[in-house]
């Protein structure tokens, strides 16, 4: 049976993360480099709720290294905090930086337009 790039990677990436449930962990952290390479919008889609829901119900600490702007961008957005207690913490590393890396620490706050 042929798999696309893709399909395979998201096999390996099910794979992983069954193995991953499938014990009580030591340290509770998953860390992913670049997890979604070939994988179309759908599939990113998904993985971003995926992260969410390791994270939030299955009480994980998550690291995801990402090589593209465009996806950092998108997984910082989706997984930007949602409920009290959440933190989303970015790390950019580039040359145009100063001291050659960003870090921004994102907790949630309630929104002020939203009426009580």
């Known amino acids: 049976m042929m798999l696309s790039a893709g399909n395979l990677n998201t096999a390996a990436l099910s794979l992983f993360i069954a193995l991953h449930l499938a014990v009580d962990p030591l340290v509770p ?68 930086m100063e001291d050659g890396h960003a870090i921004n620490r994102l907790t949630w706050s309630p929104d002020p337009a939203i009426a009580v």
Do not use: N, W
């Not at 090589?67 to 910082?76: A, K, P, Q, T």
């Open 29 to 96: 952290c998953l860390v992913f480099d670049d997890p979604v390479q070939a994988m179309d919008e759908v599939h990113v889609a998904q993985f971003a709720g995926l992260i969410r829901v390791l994270s939030k119900h299955h009480e994980r600490q998550v690291i995801i290294a990402v090589h593209e702007r465009e996806l950092f961008e998108y997984l910082s957005l989706e997984l930007s905090p949602a409920f009290a207690g959440d933190e989303l913490i970015t790390i950019e590393l580039g040359p145009g």
